[in-house]
């Protein structure tokens, strides 16, 4: 662990409720009790969505801190972009000096690396404004190259698997 | 004398035991005296030669340690302990002599003049150093039983035996010795007058601590972490003067210590503290709380984070408990309580920091101290809060401050839940204003959780409300449930619900005249239509809360009388134009309206509720006359023939009449029966729907239209939960039986109809198989070949004759019947006729299966363990049919698919032991291609992954092979179904946790390249788990 504490006591929000598919509730069957099985039907396909992409990184843990990027408002499903094979992530630091964006990307990075379909290409971004080295942040996330050389440093890995821990968790407490 | 000098010269020259046991036996007999062993031993204690020194006395010390009590008198004691005293200086025979010594302070003969000499001896000639700990061990019984037996006259030695014991004491290692010394050191520190040695005392005790003793691998004394923890505690907390030298102590480790070494330092100053007292405690209070304040507010675990604040909650109530009685006023409180308040009330200035959470736990920790601390903190904190709440500028952290302040109330409840006399809460002053700020708060939808979470602190604080406080907070969340502009979800549903569910259970009339009739008002007279969703959802959300909240007796009689008025509505309307043309909304509705009684009926049951038996009268009478009634006409009254609806009222009706007492139940089993022989339903049905006089319901009759005969349910459900002791009102039971399995196999018409006369059957079998043994052997013998082996018939009419054979034997099965077994055998007759195979192996599943109708709460006969006793008998079977490769394939797949379901259906207590040879055939049986095996095969390989080291090595032998299949059946194009899939993938996960690393790592990369195509499921459930699946393999390293 570095020895700075890039912000000591970082504001921590309640979890926004989770989000009910509209579609959900159209689908549900006119008799009570009666969608306990998921239905069979092999031709509706559920594509992967804001929210599901959300699920994924909402509970990574924050390196400095024993609270989710969820609760520090550091990744939020509205940041999220999907549009076809193309996934845009965006994210907020909780101060502009924060030096463990770099490490909230990368884990963010790793994460939906081993989460989603080859198909999609991933941009992980900085919220515009919200960092003083935003530029210098994104550019780190998004060159492949880079991001390949840091997942050959052991100890950053480790990490890494630290922050993902709690990833699992989907928005769930525990 | 002379058998002594023998016996000696025989042990010296032998060492055997013998001679020992024989002295023994001579000195208990009074065959010899002690002293004439020490004459015969004489030359050989003063012996030049050192070994025969020592075994001389070692001799003695062997016979003495075997001998009776009885056999020493004062004065042998007395001439022991002065040879042995002299035996200690010399280095040979120290070892035997404290061996004697160990026997002779044990005796109650041992005077305080005695313990004196050997305890003034050990003092002069033991060095510890060069003994070895076992030896070392002796020395410390030795002193241990002398302060046990002997204590004044240590306490005589003064200064002098507290000196020598220091000397002793001082550098002891071994675990086990220093469990006694830990246990004579808390004795000197509280009796003896230790004010001069303190020093040196403290010295001896506290450098053992932090205790980092990690026991090693097959210790023979079995000493524990904990023991020497414990016992060393008792030491450091036994005298107040440790004190000042203490306290640096714990500082130093508490900042410098590793996570387990934090948590005993934390624990030992819970117990130091109140021995060292508040004067200590207040002059080194501010710095023993900026050390644990480190602790509570950048904890290293929650664990420590716990221990910390109980720390401090210690320290607090070591300051201020002895002068509670001087403490009025909230002034009076000075020192650490008040400095450490205010800085916490600081922190909580920014509520919706993360420093908050840890302030107000603190808070809380001081709300279990002593009263007078607990009034100050919450005059300090909760004006604070509800300030912070009101303040404009902080409308957005509105929710952390309701957090907050619920725990600081429910903290408030639990400090005086504890004592027995009647105290006012410690809220009371404070809870208008509480009230008011979760009235605002219950407005806006993220503030909802938190103030419901107030709230339950409040209703649960014993005499906190009065009855008009609880009618308001009734008021406050009816209105928040009901509100339209706000979207509320099921948390805060449940929460609302659990509020009610409280109040009302101590003060039942707010809910049922506030919320209730809200709730029945929302309810439509008409089902919405098909399209509106959200309609019906949230009729739905409006009957999920009554079914909770009616579950106590009084709301439940309203909601009986309100939602059985409403089924009558909707089944059989009024205007005849009423009748719309897709009745299936109001169906389902009708239905929603019947789930939601019976649901909360079984609620009931379960809580055991008494009222339950009223409903006989006030329920069933009228559901039975509503569903004959709607049989009579089902073209113009359709709603109420509807299966699903008949099988729910079956349900109410086998909860209520599964309480009733043997003499009820028998009334209401003669007006069923009547029903059956007769048709006249007027003993039974009753309600507002007149049904024409003369009108007979003739069940069994072949002619009677299908609506009718579909009302069997209702009645099979009287039946089945009658006591065996109630008497069937038939002249033979034989001939009932036998005509209603003929009924449900020729003239029944559907499959709700022939389940409900299997279960009739089953269950009179159950309870009355005494009396029909002609009907049981008649089955066996005729009805077997006639009907399933019978090759002429339908294969569909077999299979259903292969279902009635299951429920057949199934009562019979679950009480252990004799002739279970032969009916249980019959299926595998079959197994070799292709067209019925699969379901007679299907069958065998069933059999073990758990069902609803020959339950304890019917009152079936049910012998324990019957699954059990089934399995092992035809499990070894079903396993030689399945290997035996002399039979045709489709008997050997019939094998496999009667193994499949036969294990999912089955505790895994009953096949664990058979796993080695079941394994191959669970393989096997992934390779069929009926999806529902597939599944169950998956299942019973997740739950054999919980099972025992032996159970997981087998799976290793077949790892890879699982692995190939696992993804196999993960594949959307390999596997159409979700239901194998996801097990399938949560199999996957599983092997990573149960097979070693070098066994698997082989398939790492192709687990992860195949399960990469996973992620691209078309179906949410199915990618979720392959993301888990995944994870956990790429974290599986070796």
């Known amino acids: ?86 996934v845009m992530v965006e994210f907020t630091p909780t101060v502009p000096h924060c030096g463990m964006s770099t490490l909230i990307g990368l884990s963010i990075r790793v994460r939906l690396l081993r989460s989603l379909p080859n198909r999609f290409k991933v941009d992980i971004r900085l919220k515009p404004g919200s960092h003083q080295s935003e530029l210098a942040v994104n550019k780190q996330l998004n060159d492949k190259e880079r991001v390949a050389a840091a997942l050959e440093n052991a100890v950053l890995v480790d990490t890494v698997e630290q922050c993902l821990v709690t990833a699992g968790r989907r928005g769930h407490p525990e | 004398m002379e058998s002594a000098e023998r016996l000696v010269r025989t042990w010296m020259a032998s060492g055997r035991d013998e001679e020992i046991e024989e002295t023994v036996s001579e000195v208990s007999n009074d065959r010899i005296a002690l002293i004439d062993i020490v004459k015969a031993l004489g030359e050989y204690l003063t012996s030049e030669d050192d070994e025969i020194r020592a ?206 070494t934090k948590r005993d330092t934390l624990q030992t100053m819970a117990v130091c503290l109140p021995v060292y007292g508040s004067t200590l405690a207040r002059v080194s209070g501010r710095k023993l709380w900026n050390a644990l304040k480190l602790e509570i507010f950048q904890p290293t675990d929650p664990l420590t984070e716990e221990e910390a604040l109980k720390t401090t909650r210690v320290l607090v109530e070591t300051i201020y408990s002895h002068e509670e009685d001087a403490l009025e006023s909230n002034d009076d409180i000075q020192g650490l309580a008040r400095d450490a308040c205010e800085e916490c009330i600081h922190i909580l200035r920014e509520p919706e920091k993360s420093s908050a959470k840890p302030a107000i736990k603190v808070l809380c920790a001081f709300m279990a101290t ?76 993220l503030s909802r959780l938190p103030a419901l979470s107030v709230i339950r602190g409040l209703i649960t604080t014993k005499s906190l409300l009065s009855e008009e406080e609880l009618g308001f907070i009734v008021h406050l969340v009816t209105e928040t449930f009901q509100s339209e502009d706000s979207d509320n979800d099921d948390f805060s549903d449940s929460a609302i619900l659990s509020v009610l569910t409280t109040i009302s259970a101590s003060v039942s009339r707010h809910v049922q005249e506030q919320t209730l009739p809200i709730l029945f008002s929302s309810l439509p007279d008409t089902a919405p239509t098909r399209e509106a969703a959200a309609e019906r959802a949230k009729c739905w959300r409006n009957l999920l809360a009554l079914r909770t909240l009616c579950v106590h007796p009084e709301l439940f009689e309203i909601l009986v009388i309100r939602l059985t008025t409403k089924v009558d509505l909707i089944c059989v309307p009024k205007a005849k134009d009423d009748i719309e043309d897709d009745p299936e909304p109001n169906t389902a509705y009708a239905h929603s309206l ?147 399995l003929t009924w449900s196999l020729v003239h029944a018409d559907n499959d709700l ?203 290793s032998e077949h790892a890879s092979t699982l692995v190939t299949y696992m993804l196999k059946n993960s594949m959307v194009e390999e596997m159409s179904s979700m239901q194998v899939r996801i097990p399938a993938l949560r199999y996957l996960g599983v092997l990573p946790k149960i097979v070693r690393y070098d066994v698997l790592h082989p398939c790492k990369s192709i687990v992860l390249r195949e399960l990469a195509k996973v992620l691209d499921d078309p179906k949410r459930l199915v990618r979720k788990e392959a993301v888990d699946t995944r994870t956990i393999w790429f974290k599986y390293n070796g």
């Open chain 1, 1 to 86: 662990m570095p020895a700075e504490i890039f912000n000591p006591n970082p504001i921590v929000f309640s979890p926004a409720k989770p989000t009910g598919r509209l579609a959900d509730l159209h689908a549900q069957s006119l008799w009570i009790n009666d969608t306990t099985e998921p239905e069979e039907g092999a031709d509706d396909v559920d594509p992967i969505d804001q929210d599901e992409i959300f699920d994924l990184i909402r509970s990574i843990n924050d390196p400095e801190h024993p609270n989710t990027l969820e609760e520090l408002r550091v990744v939020s499903a509205p940041q999220i972009e999907v549009n076809g094979n193309h």
């Open chain 2, 55 to 260: 075994k001389g006395v070692d001799f003695l010390s062997s016979v003495l340690a075997r001998s009776p009590v009885a056999n020493f008198n004062r004065s042998s004691v007395h001439v022991l302990t002065n040879f042995y005293c002299s035996k200690l200086d010399d280095t040979e025979t120290i070892i035997p002599a404290l061996k004697g010594l160990n026997t002779l302070t044990r005796l109650p003969t041992c005077s305080s003049i005695d313990a004196t000499t050997i305890i003034q001896a050990l003092f002069r000639h033991v060095k510890m150093k060069a003994l070895v700990h076992s030896v070392r061990f002796t020395v410390f019984s030795i002193i241990d039983t002398l302060m046990a037996q002997n204590r004044d006259a240590l306490k005589a030695l003064g200064k002098t035996f507290i000196a020598g014991y220091l000397s002793l004491a001082e550098g002891e290692k071994d675990p086990r010795n220093l469990l006694l010394a830990f246990a004579i050191a808390r004795v000197i520190l509280i009796e003896f007058d230790i004010s001069d040695h303190i020093e040196s005392l403290f010295n001896i005790t506290f450098c053992y601590f932090p205790i980092t003793f990690r026991p090693p691998p097959n210790d023979p004394y079995g000493i524990t972490t904990d023991d020497l923890r414990q016992g060393l505690r008792a030491c450091l907390n036994a005298s107040p003067s440790f004190g000042p030298l203490a306290v640096p102590v714990f500082l130093e480790k508490l900042t410098a210590g590793s996570p387990s």
């Open chain 2, 370 to 445: 002593t009263p007078s601390v607990s009034r100050y903190t919450l005059s300090q904190a909760v004006p604070h809060l509800v300030k912070l709440f009101l303040d404009p500028d902080e409308v957005s952290n509105r929710p952390p401050i309701l957090l907050l302040l619920a725990d600081l109330i429910n903290a408030a409840r639990d400090s005086t839940s504890q004592s027995t006399e009647e105290v006012s809460p410690l809220m009371i002053p404070y809870k208008d204003d509480v009230l008011g700020v979760v009235s605002v708060g219950l407005k806006t939808t």
């Open chain 2, 594 to 740: 019947l789930k939601t009684i019976a649901d909360t009926l079984s609620a009931k049951v379960d809580a055991g509720h008494p009222d339950v038996t009223k409903y006989i009268d006030r329920l069933v009478p009228r559901l039975y006359n509503l569903f004959i009634y709607s049989s009579l006409q089902p073209t113009k009254y359709v709603i109420a023939t509807d299966h699903r609806l008949i099988s729910v009222a079956g349900d109410i009706i086998m909860l209520v009449t599964q309480c009733l007492p043997v003499q009820r139940q028998e009334k209401c089993i003669t007006a069923i029966f009547e029903v059956f022989s007769s048709g006249d339903v007027h003993g039974i049905a009753n309600g507002l729907q007149t049904i024409p006089p003369g009108f007979k319901l003739l069940l069994f009759n072949e002619a009677t239209p299908t609506a009718q005969k579909n009302l069997l349910p209702l009645f099979t459900a009287g039946v089945v939960t009658a006591h065996k002791e109630v008497r069937l009102p038939i002249p033979t039971l034989d001939t009932f039986l036998d005509q209603a």
């Open chain 2, 753 to 955: 109809q022939r389940e409900s006369a299997w279960h009739l059957i089953s269950s009179i079998i159950n309870k009355h198989a005494e009396d029909i043994s002609s009907f049981l052997d008649n089955q066996l013998n005729h009805y077997w070949y006639l009907r399933v082996a019978n090759t002429e018939i339908a294969s569909e009419k077999r299979q259903q004759a292969i279902q009635a054979w299951i429920w057949i034997s199934k009562g019979l099965l679950v009480r252990n019947h004799p002739m279970a077994v032969n009916y249980t055998d019959r299926l595998f007759e079959v197994f070799n006729d292709d067209s019925i195979s699969w379901d007679a192996g299907k069958a065998i599943g069933q059999l073990a299966s758990v069902d609803v109708i020959l339950t304890k709460k019917h009152h079936a006969i049910m012998r324990i363990l019957h699954a059990q006793k089934f399995v092992n008998r035809v499990l070894p079977h079903i396993i030689a049919g399945a290997q035996d490769s002399s039979r045709p394939p489709h008997e050997q797949t019939a094998y496999l698919v009667a193994l499949t379901s036969l294990i999912e259906a089955s505790p895994k207590t009953a096949y664990a032991h058979e796993m080695p040879a079941l394994m191959p055939l669970l393989l096997r049986g992934l390779e069929l291609p009926d999806v529902d095996i597939r599944a169950d095969v998956i299942k019973t390989l997740l739950a054999a992954a919980e099972g025992d080291a032996s159970e997981q090595s087998l799976v």
